[in-house]
């Protein structure tokens, strides 16, 4: 079912309101006791400190605001201690699993300033098996007031290898994640990786960012070998943080704990976090693979701009819609099929180039069973995709489009304010809602980094944030290195769905040595390794013409009933086996960086008694991503769930695998 339904196993118990005076310490403990957020004043100032199975992972750590009128917490008591739980399963309306668990015990604190101004600040905590989220709430405002700096710190008992790309000099979020000491490194980007102890992993991040700044953090060396790491909010141009008014709500500032870092990646905290749907009716969503007119432009064969190599023609889209057709995918995405791509020409969404017939290709899509996916870049003018969007959104409805891709190459939204400060992210949400109201899908590149909000609003259905497969078409510096897409699923996967493009057969090159650094075998994994709903099957279709590979993508879902990891390691492999909705069969993707590795699969997540065929496509004998990259060797067996395969991984290789019930 697509509609979202919820399940609720244990609603709230009631809740426990504690009016204190001079009141010690006080503390809330994970429903399993594992995680414990203990919440006091030192000085008059309010902070925190969290512990996991009773060892000491934040010591103490203030919270409050500096608001343009004085801040907030820097003379407080605690005067209201709330207490209330909550074990409830919700449905996904589609997604990495089906259902999902929403289990925590929430304290909330209220503290009082002690000065004249009396002020008010809450604080919500919620703390979960896997890690903890807190949030603030300033009470009701009349005027307006803004937020010069959150003055949240998170800080760790002592330094930790961590992954993480820098905040200052990394646009678009496309950096290579890289690995140090976390005092070593300079303001970084959110999703922040950590691995803190052996078989204790950490990660940083935010959700909900509805209507303020996006987090960013500046770790620095503390004493007694303490890390302090430092909000820092991305900024309007005039240095404000968060214009507000009315009720102040923060996002949630995030830690997942797990003593696995394949527990990183099916940790559902960021999303329980966030609010259930606001669409009631979601049977218009609808995941799905596609192919484009895409590769060929990034590798300088087709132009966006019209002209004699014009990639979205009328004809050429249409000779992909029949490929599409033929194999089974459900959209074709063409850019460039609108004005604005050539020199001095005008940006509109409301007309095409007089050489594609938007009605036409829908027309003959629709005889196909296969819908035309819409684009509009707007080279960073959000006010101009707001001000045509609910135009342009209401024909794209009518001729049966259900998706947009969504586009912001410029350093500046109208030429004034960062995209993930609090500015970018108003547009962002009104592009989503307005999406909504005429059944539009979103993938949204050059976004904020995601923080869940697809729970709220599933047609935000996945976004770029990372440096994506078309480095490996054009980057002067060779492409992304082997080790990149081993290290996304526990970087910028953990913010959520990823846009990045899978699925290269040709690794032909235009700037000699850049291509994809990986072989055949590792290119169809990492299908199934890096998720997203609308997964692109990135290639030229003439790449795939007669290519046995293909069959694996043909027969791949995107949205999943359950997900697990088996084994990973950060930036050396992994490993992931997803199970389809509805059906039976399981979908396994393993990848590995420059090194090359045997793994042993288990299978002891398929059903007991139950004989399955296993459909293995790996690297062959000679395989090796720098002398033979296109080997690769597609074999069948009968497994139960007591047996295991063996995975032989070349040198950034890989292998995808269809494990079919008998």
């Given at each position: 079912m697509r509609y979202l339904i919820k399940l609720v196993v244990i609603l709230f118990f009631g809740s426990i309101t504690v009016s204190i005076c001079n009141a010690k310490d006080v503390s809330v403990t994970s429903p399993d006791g594992a995680v414990t957020v203990t919440v006091g004043t030192l000085s008059y100032r309010p902070y925190y400190t969290v512990s996991y199975q009773g060892k000491t992972l934040v010591v103490p750590s203030h919270l409050g605001f500096l608001l343009n009128n004085g801040e907030v917490g820097a003379h407080a008591k605690m005067i209201r201690v709330t207490r209330s739980l909550k074990d409830e399963t919700w449905n996904q309306v589609w997604g990495e699993d089906e259902t999902v668990r929403n289990h925590y015990n929430e304290m909330v604190v209220d503290f009082k300033e002690k000065s004249d101004s009396q002020r008010l600040m809450k604080v919500v905590f919620r703390v979960f098996n896997d890690g903890f989220g807190f949030r603030y709430i300033l009470p009701h405002h009349d005027k307006e007031f803004c937020v010069m700096d959150e003055l949240t710190e998170m800080n760790l008992a002592h330094d930790a290898k961590a992954w993480s790309i820098p905040s200052n000099r990394t646009e678009y979020f496309e950096g290579t994640y890289t690995a140090d000491l976390l005092s070593k490194k300079d303001t970084v980007c959110t999703p922040l990786t950590i691995e803190y102890e052996k078989d204790l992993f950490l990660t940083i991040h935010e959700a909900a960012l509805e209507d303020y700044a996006s987090l960013n953090i500046t770790p620095r060396a503390g004493k007694q070998g303490v890390v302090k790491l430092l909000t820092a909010l991305t900024p309007w141009q005039n240095g404000v943080k968060v214009y507000a008014k009315g009720e102040l709500k923060s996002p949630w500032r995030t830690m997942i704990v797990s003593p696995t870092a394949g527990g990183l990646i099916t940790s559902r905290l960021m999303l329980n976090l966030n609010e259930p749907s606001r669409i009631e009716d979601t049977s218009w969503i609808e995941p799905g693979r596609y192919i484009g007119i895409w590769w060929s432009i990034h590798k300088k064969q087709h132009t966006w701009e019209m002209g004699p190599h014009h990639g979205a023609t009328t004809e050429h889209v249409k000779r992909y819609m029949d490929f599409a057709a033929r194999h089974g995918f459900s959209g074709v995405l063409a850019e460039g099929w609108n004005p604005g791509w050539g020199e001095g020409e005008q940006v509109t969404y409301l007309q095409s180039y007089p050489d594609f017939d938007m009605e036409e290709v829908c027309r003959y899509g629709a005889s196909k069973g296969v819908r035309f996916i819409g684009h509009t870049e707007t080279w960073g003018r959000a006010a101009l995709l707001e001000k045509e969007m609910n135009e342009a959104f209401a024909w794209f409805s009518k001729m049966g489009i259900r998706a947009v891709k969504t586009g912001y190459v410029g350093h500046l939204f109208d030429g004034k304010e960062l995209a993930k400060s609090q500015y970018g992210i108003r547009h962002y949400r009104r592009v989503i809602e307005c999406a909504a109201k005429h059944h539009i899908m979103i993938d949204n590149h050059e976004p904020a980094m995601p923080t869940g909000i697809q729970r709220t609003w599933p047609n935000l259905m996945t976004q770029e944030g990372v440096r994506g497969q078309e480095y490996n078409a054009w980057d002067r510096r060779g492409g992304n290195p082997p080790a990149h897409t081993v290290t996304l699923p526990f970087t910028r996967g953990l913010a959520g769905p990823t846009d990045f493009t899978p699925a290269i057969f040709n690794f032909s090159e235009i700037v000699k040595g850049t291509h994809p650094h990986s072989t055949l075998a590792k290119q169809l994994g990492e299908f199934v390794v890096i998720y997203s709903p609308l997964q692109m099957a990135a290639d030229a279709i003439e790449n795939y013409e007669g290519q046995p590979a293909l069959t694996f993508i043909e027969s791949c879902p995107t949205t999943w009933s359950r997900t697990l990891v088996p084994h990973g390691e950060i930036g050396k492999f992994i490993t992931i086996a997803r199970k389809e909705r509805g059906?039976?069969?399981?979908?396994?993707?393993?990848?590995?960086?420059?090194?090359?590795?045997?793994?042993?699969?288990?299978?002891?997540?398929?059903?007991?008694?139950?004989?399955?065929?296993?459909?293995?496509?790996?690297?062959?004998?000679?395989?090796?991503?720098?002398?033979?990259?296109?080997?690769?060797?597609?074999?069948?067996?009968?497994?139960?769930?007591?047996?295991?395969?063996?995975?032989?991984?070349?040198?950034?290789g890989g292998a995808a695998i269809r494990i079919e019930k008998q």
């Open positions: 059906g039976d069969r399981w979908f396994v993707g393993s990848i590995t960086n420059e090194e090359a590795r045997t793994l042993n699969l288990t299978l002891d997540f398929l059903d007991e008694g139950a004989t399955y065929r296993a459909i293995i496509y790996e690297d062959g004998p000679d395989a090796d991503y720098e002398r033979n990259p296109y080997s690769m060797t597609i074999r069948q067996m009968e497994v139960t769930s007591k047996d295991s395969l063996v995975l032989r991984l070349a040198r950034s």
